[in-house]
């Protein structure tokens, strides 16, 4: 398949060659043209075991390329990652998802075939709803379907996470679009039963309910250890 993965950062850039290692063709785009002339000069950002070689492998084999190229990428894209930063607001504590919503209105300016656009970015429940509507609104009518995919990536693990996926959800209303996921990640799932298909709003609830299982399992373990440790203390 051809993919576009926009935002070369942590998840995109492990995500867009990891897709590429699998024979899909992947173009990972970002606004950062010195990200990306670092990543055409073989330089990679951020560390991750296996990924530099991973990178120039599928580089060499055409099947992994960077562009700072937006529009022209979407438009030469049948599947569309979104995987942006979504930051928290200092002031409402809530995700800020501006770059996400650039992103949507620049795929809305490229759709100009059907396509399936995928947030891969940590948002809130109801931000497909929000992109789908801002899509509704290209010029040509043009048909698209909107999932969410929820990435479950762990630094240091992350290609192993991604090629040997505890699960891999799909959320989404169209069965052609859940479809066409599935074959997409028919290489690392087809052993298995690790491909969950779901409602838009379940799998994005899915990713905040797996953060916060997270921290609380983090939280659980640091009260273990103050309590241990201040007994241990006033016995001694």
Do not use: H, W
């Not at 060659?17 to 699998?22: G, L, Q, S, V």
């Not at 055409?62 to 030469?76: A, D, Q, V």
């Not at 240091?156 to 859940?178: L, T």
């Amino acid at each position: 398949m051809r993919l576009c993965i926009i935002g070369a950062g942590y998840v995109g850039l492990v995500s867009g060659t990891c897709f590429a290692d699998m024979g899909n063709s992947v173009i990972c785009c970002d606004i950062d043209n010195d990200k990306i002339r670092k990543l055409n000069s073989g330089i990679i950002p951020i560390y991750e075991p296996g990924l530099e070689e991973m990178v120039k492998r599928n580089v060499k084999q055409f099947r992994l390329r960077f562009s700072n190229n937006i529009s022209e990428s979407i438009r030469k894209s049948d599947v569309i990652f979104i995987c942006v930063g979504t930051p928290t607001n200092k002031k409402t504590n809530d995700a800020n998802l501006k770059y996400v919503f650039q992103v949507a209105n620049k795929i809305k300016m490229n759709l100009n075939k059907y396509k399936i656009i995928v947030t891969k970015s940590t948002v809130p429940v109801t931000t497909g709803d929000k992109i789908e509507k801002i899509l509704n609104k290209n010029k040509f009518k043009t048909k698209f379907d909107v999932v969410s995919n929820p990435e479950f990536l762990r630094e240091g693990e992350a290609i192993r996470d991604f090629v040997v996926p505890d699960r891999v959800v799909v959320g989404g209303k169209s069965k052609k679009a859940i479809k066409i996921m599935k074959s997409l990640y028919l290489p690392i799932v087809k052993k298995s039963s690790r491909f969950f298909s779901t409602t838009r709003r379940g799998a994005e609830l899915v990713k905040y309910a797996s953060n916060a299982f997270l921290a609380s399992k983090i939280s659980f373990i640091n009260e273990i250890f103050f309590i241990t440790n201040y007994r241990t203390s006033n016995i001694n």
